[in-house]
């Protein structure tokens, strides 16, 4: 009878081994997981800062400074963090020459950003293709179309300086109208179409591949004698070009 008992609490203490074995088991999956999601996609806040003393980054020209660009509510840009292409909004700075853009990205040793967001562009190496320069833009008084501003940025960390992809060619009309063209003399001197940024040397530069075209359209309702800023790849233009309203 004795023995029968020491071999009874014999298995109900293997049984408690077994069991403090299996809770340690679990554990440590659950730490596994844990380390998984640090890894995954989370939300994150990158600063945007302006490119230069005098010249800055977005969205609209400042009405107090022709030379100074602030950025704008609801502006958008596109974050790769590695191939990923991740939409970031403007949270915080609308009016001001530096945002804070919020959103969702992976961790990343290094960061791709461009201006506007471009829900085709794909980050190859440290281009960027699929983006668009559109050759119809929209006329905004004393002002430029958001959407044909690209600009581009890199960074290691979360504070990105944009720098412009674009130059701006400023227009005054005498009298009102429709349209303003702008337009490219050579057959191969392209100024709109789908292209790819890339950056080097700490420098912006834009190549066309497809749906090229040679001449910009600003279209709508333009009134004398106000500015309109029509947004322009820094290109050379060997042939002559001409503006018609």
């Known amino acids: 009878m004795v023995k029968r008992m020491k071999m009874k609490k014999y298995i109900q203490s293997m049984m408690a081994f077994a ?51 602030n950025w704008e509510s609801n502006d958008q840009i596109s974050i790769f963090d590695g191939t990923n292409n991740k939409q970031f909004t403007l949270t915080d700075g609308a009016g001001s020459t530096s945002g804070k853009f919020s ?59 944009f720098k412009n992809v674009v130059g701006y060619v400023k227009v005054k009309p005498k009298f009102a109208c429709s349209k303003i063209v702008l337009q490219a003399a050579g057959a191969s001197e392209y100024l709109a179409g789908r292209c790819t940024l890339s950056y080097g040397d700490g420098m912006p530069s834009i190549a066309f591949t497809s749906e090229q075209s040679t001449s910009i359209t600003l279209s709508g309702n333009i009134t004398a004698n106000t500015a309109y800023y029509i947004a322009v790849p820094a290109v050379t233009l060997a042939a002559r070009w001409s503006i018609s309203f």
């Open 103 to 161: 959103g969702e990205a992976g961790q990343s040793t290094s960061y791709t950003a461009v201006y506007p967001y471009q829900s085709t562009a794909s980050l190859s190496g440290d281009d960027v293709t699929n983006v668009t320069l559109p050759a119809t833009q929209n006329a905004t008084d004393n002002s430029f179309d958001k959407n044909a501003a690209l600009m581009m940025a890199q960074s290691d960390n979360t504070t990105l300086n």
């Open 19 to 69: 069991a403090i074995v299996s809770f340690a088991s679990c554990s440590s999956e659950d730490n596994n997981t844990t380390i998984e999601n640090e890894s995954a996609v989370k939300v994150m806040t990158f600063t945007a800062t302006q490119e230069g003393d005098e010249q800055s980054t977005r969205a609209a020209i400042s009405t107090s400074d022709s030379k100074v660009i």
